[in-house]
DNA sequence: CGTTGGCACTCTTTTGGTGAGAGTGCCAGG
DNA sequence: CCTGGCACTCTCACCAAAAGAGTGCCAACG
């Protein structure tokens, strides 16, 4: 295959973006008459016929019957995208929209929640929002509160800002002084460290404690195992909203095609390892129908971008719509957002 | 209206049981053959015919066409449930899985919405949690975490157990000795007074503090203030899961009724009222189709309780589904996750 | 040689009509 | 008061016919 997708000259690639984009715009199949009326070629039905048939042969068309129009597939799709489109300019209203949500809040989840649905407001799609372990991020500081008798609050600070909590229950009982010693402590000896490591370390720390008989250190690494354990599990971390969006679109007036959609996406755990795929590509993400597992079964696209500071990913947001969706607008709003979502949690990071 | 429901004589009584039971169970009109079938009357079909006659005169029973079998209608699953129900035992897999699934948790949140998750499973219909603002709750104590620069965590601790916290951001500079020390005063100070209260104290303070000219006393009013503002907005409070139940409801296989129930839904503001509206009233409420103006509007039905401690509750937790439900089985799973999350913040607030 | 009008062909969708089935209401007789 | 019988109504499934949309191909044209 050529590398520009050459293949296709001028005249055929104007009739396929001209079908990809009506058929975006109506969900219907193209044919030949309706390319003929709408002007943009000097060309008889009969004639746009004949580049049609060509269009299929080469697996960018295809024909739900044999007397209905044509319909872009999935490599019409990727075609479209890669070589045809032109991706549409954000509206004022849009790219205000984005902006302000995201920097109303100052709580990352929340932030993220809100992003999500936003989204999927301004997309008529689907949004998703996906925010993996932070076992992989290191901290900038640890704190304990005391809660009740038995219960403290933890607090973790990440380097990129983000701020993560979690009540522990112990045994043990701990006094405020000591609760801010062992925060300190914990935030000098640990500081730059992932969640991960540090759960290491107090676990070997285990070991040599054991000779020293230290009742201070003792509660330390008890306390700061309980706290690193199962933050933030798997359920919390991915938000998908505007489920509802797709009960609007005419490929899901299938009832039966609708209750599979709807418990696709109840599927977290294959989403997350879709969006997990998709957090160490640098830039926009689209993948169409059969290209990935996910979507093939389910016959979605999905576009992705992943967001966080420059040095490493946090996390990705993305769109989840039907193969037919307007990709020129979709493509600069997830951009946007996942550009915006970055500078937010830079500025967190060195503000 | 007779107190007791006594229009209706025995004969006509058990007749709308079996008719309101077989078509909770089959979701179809019901027959006078396949009430005659059923073997718990010696009556031929035709005089069935009769009994439901007047059932219909009386409006408990409904005819969707002249001729098809019967349905109840608003007022005939009233009667039924007003007088006719004997709610089923819960089996013991159902009491186990609720009461593991409260007492897992320790943040109050996650066990909220967790517990609509799993009441929507149980149920196989749409759960909700409601909670509404924290403004009315008495706090235990309150205390400050320096996050960054010029960024403040506080943590809440309400006298239920319930713990909120916030990040705040001020212009104004704290070190963590000041942190402590202002909590630990607004902690003394402010001990069972309600969000809102403490607001209006400090804002009354500013006043004061004009004359005295004293910086730490300012910088704990700045604090505090912005610490109770805002917490817990409208957003965060209301849990509304498995709305993917519905679809496999006979009743919504119609794409348009679907369509409209999910947005409807999506109106989280109406049903916070529908939900606050059920905070005050002490038992398991029912409300049926057209007896609230939501569930009018869309033909819901809704099962809710409340919970929280004595003498105050917290929220609402309930079941959203179609009329047609099974409500013997409905009303003690509410009642039943209902207790066990009071039960449950009853201990947070002694234990 | 590319373009075009014409025409036969295919497939879907709509329409109308018919018959079976389900259920009722009512009446007359037990 | 109960019941069998019967006429009536409404729905649903099925089928056939017709309409409509679109293609493919061919022959003619510039």
Redesign the interface.
């Given at each position: 295959m050529s590398q520009q997708g050459e293949e296709l000259d001028g005249r055929a690639r104007e009739v396929l973006r001209e079908i990809v984009m009506q058929h975006v715009a109506t969900g219907e199949a193209i044919s030949s008459r309706s390319l003929a009326k709408c002007g943009r070629f000097q060309l008889s039905p009969a004639s746009l016929r004949n580049v049609m048939a060509d269009l299929e042969d080469l697996g960018y068309l295809a024909q739900p019957h044999t007397s209905a129009g044509r319909v872009p597939t999935d490599r019409g799709y990727r075609f479209f995208i890669n070589y045809l489109m032109k991706s549409r300019v954000l509206t004022q209203r849009e790219r205000e929209t984005i902006d302000e949500q995201v920097s109303h809040g100052?709580?990352i989840d929340?932030v993220l929640h809100?992003a999500s649905l936003t989204l999927s407001r301004l997309a008529d799609q689907v949004g998703v929002v996906f925010m993996p372990t932070l076992l992989q991020f290191a901290i900038?500081?640890m704190?304990f509160?005391?809660?009740?008798?038995n219960?403290i609050?933890s607090?973790i600070?990440g380097t990129n800002?983000v701020?993560v909590?979690?009540?522990v229950?112990t045994r043990l009982n701990f006094n405020?002084e000591e609760l801010?010693k062992i925060g300190r402590f914990i935030s000098v000896e640990f500081f730059g460290l992932t969640l991960d490591q540090i759960r290491r370390r107090l676990v070997n720390m285990t070991e040599e404690e054991r000779a020293m008989q230290d009742e201070m250190l003792q509660k330390t690494i008890a306390l700061g195992i309980e706290a690193v354990n199962d933050v933030r599990t798997s359920e919390n971390d991915l938000y998908v909203e505007g489920?509802?969006s797709i009960?609007?679109k005419p490929e899901f007036?299938d009832?039966v095609a609708?209750?599979k959609t709807?418990?696709a996406l109840?599927e977290k755990e294959k989403l997350i390892d879709l969006l997990n795929s998709c957090l160490t590509e640098e830039g926009l993400q689209i993948l169409i129908g059969s290209e990935s597992d996910f979507t093939h079964v389910h016959n979605f696209s999905i576009v992705a971008k992943s967001y966080g500071s420059h040095n490493a990913p946090l996390g990705v947001v993305g769109i989840i719509g039907p193969m037919r969706m307007e990709y020129a607008r979709m493509a600069p709003l997830v951009d946007y957002l996942g550009r915006a979502l970055s500078r937010k949690i830079e500025e967190?990071e060195h503000?």
């Amino acid at each position: 295959m050529s590398q520009q997708g050459e293949e296709l000259d001028g005249r055929a690639r104007e009739v396929l973006r001209e079908i990809v984009m009506q058929h975006v715009a109506t969900g219907e199949a193209i044919s030949s008459r309706s390319l003929a009326k709408c002007g943009r070629f000097q060309l008889s039905p009969a004639s746009l016929r004949n580049v049609m048939a060509d269009l299929e042969d080469l697996g960018y068309l295809a024909q739900p019957h044999t007397s209905a129009g044509r319909v872009p597939t999935d490599r019409g799709y990727r075609f479209f995208i890669n070589y045809l489109m032109k991706s549409r300019v954000l509206t004022q209203r849009e790219r205000e929209t984005i902006d302000e949500q995201v920097s109303h809040g100052t709580e990352i989840d929340h932030v993220l929640h809100e992003a999500s649905l936003t989204l999927s407001r301004l997309a008529d799609q689907v949004g998703v929002v996906f925010m993996p372990t932070l076992l992989q991020f290191a901290i900038r500081s640890m704190d304990f509160v005391l809660v009740a008798e038995n219960k403290i609050l933890s607090v973790i600070v990440g380097t990129n800002g983000v701020v993560v909590n979690k009540v522990v229950e112990t045994r043990l009982n701990f006094n405020r002084e000591e609760l801010e010693k062992i925060g300190r402590f914990i935030s000098v000896e640990f500081f730059g460290l992932t969640l991960d490591q540090i759960r290491r370390r107090l676990v070997n720390m285990t070991e040599e404690e054991r000779a020293m008989q230290d009742e201070m250190l003792q509660k330390t690494i008890a306390l700061g195992i309980e706290a690193v354990n199962d933050v933030r599990t798997s359920e919390n971390d991915l938000y998908v909203e505007g489920a509802a969006s797709i009960l609007t679109k005419p490929e899901f007036s299938d009832t039966v095609a609708l209750r599979k959609t709807f418990l696709a996406l109840q599927e977290k755990e294959k989403l997350i390892d879709l969006l997990n795929s998709c957090l160490t590509e640098e830039g926009l993400q689209i993948l169409i129908g059969s290209e990935s597992d996910f979507t093939h079964v389910h016959n979605f696209s999905i576009v992705a971008k992943s967001y966080g500071s420059h040095n490493a990913p946090l996390g990705v947001v993305g769109i989840i719509g039907p193969m037919r969706m307007e990709y020129a607008r979709m493509a600069p709003l997830v951009d946007y957002l996942g550009r915006a979502l970055s500078r937010k949690i830079e500025e967190e990071e060195h503000g």
